[in-house]
């Protein structure tokens, strides 16, 4: 073979390697930490009871996506600490939350077994344990059927819904602070769940959620100091949406609904920090 045909292949078999490896570069971009790596350190400050590392400055490029899935993976990997999962919760419920964190929806999240305490056993948080703790009041659902695929409309959802409920969530926790906090950053934390103090539980029959009233006071020696004060109808769209919307987010999660889960639709009006 002539030496400039020699010469001219090894060249051509260079330029295709070079360009191979542009193109996986292009698809497969080095961003930094994978999914996986991050959930990993995601779990480990939340078990050693550290802020948690801030997602969008790790990872500037991600999406809500990646943050769903990353939050999955963390979740994984804690929940046998927390006994299980118990259900599932909506953040950032109101209209002008969503437009401030730039949101078409509100967020998903899971609540832990662990962290369900009955209103009738009167229950007492430590906030040593628990830094960083709000007050948060919300309506919540009780699954009574199982649910395995999504569903289309609210009236094919009540079938699966035994009880409704009134909720004092009490999220805790501190995320690093790098940057401005985004909505990345709540879902890859699972919006910071912790407690969540459940109460009489509602035929669904009986009770129109979103004319719920919701009051939230201090007691004091001299009568009682009001916090907040709003009704059901203060998240976007109504109660009934955000659960479906909360439902067909955990299935496509690939999450379990089962009878017994409670769901938690979001905050409603203000959100307080916990105090003795």
């Known amino acids: 073979m002539h030496v400039g045909a020699v010469i001219a292949a090894s060249t051509r078999h260079r330029i295709a390697i070079l360009l191979i490896a542009m193109l ?5 971009p080095s961003a930094g930490p994978t999914h996986i790596e991050l959930a990993k350190r995601l779990a480990k400050a939340h078990l050693a009871g550290n ?9 500037p490029d991600a999406t809500l996506a990646d943050a769903y899935d990353v939050q999955k993976r963390f979740v ?3 929940a046998k600490k927390h006994k299980g999962i118990a259900g599932y919760k909506g953040a950032v419920a109101g209209a002008a939350g969503q437009k401030a964190l730039k949101l078409d929806g509100p ?10 305490l009955e209103a009738t056993d009167k229950p007492t948080i430590r906030l040593a344990k628990f830094p960083g703790t709000k007050i948060e009041t919300e309506v919540g659902f009780v ?9 289309n409309d609210v009236d094919a ?11 004092i969530e009490l999220p805790a926790g501190k995320l690093e602070a790098a ?27 009986k009770v129109n959620p979103d ?12 009568g009682d100091e009001e916090k907040n004060k709003t009704t059901g109808a203060a998240a976007h769209l109504g109660q009934w949406q955000n659960l479906l919307h909360q439902v067909n987010h955990a299935i496509g999660q690939r999450r379990e609904i089962k009878p017994g889960h409670l769901i938690l639709t979001g905050a409603l009006g203000k959100i307080i920090p916990a105090e003795p």
């Open 143 to 151: 699954i009574g059927r199982a649910i395995i695929r999504p569903i």
């Open 24 to 28: 996986w570069a292009v698809a497969w």
């Open 76 to 78: 994984d990997k804690v």
């Open 157 to 167: 959802l009540k079938a699966h819904v035994e009880a409704i409920v009134p909720v």
């Open 51 to 59: 802020a948690l590392p801030q997602f969008s400055a790790i990872r």
């Open 211 to 222: 004319r719920a009233t919701i009051r939230l006071a201090k007691r004091l020696a001299r």
């Open 107 to 116: 967020l998903s999240a899971v609540l832990f077994r662990d962290g369900w």
């Open 179 to 205: 940057q401005p906090m985004t909505a990345l950053d709540l879902a890859a934390a699972n919006v910071m769940s912790a407690n969540y103090i459940v109460g009489r539980r509602n035929p669904v029959a």
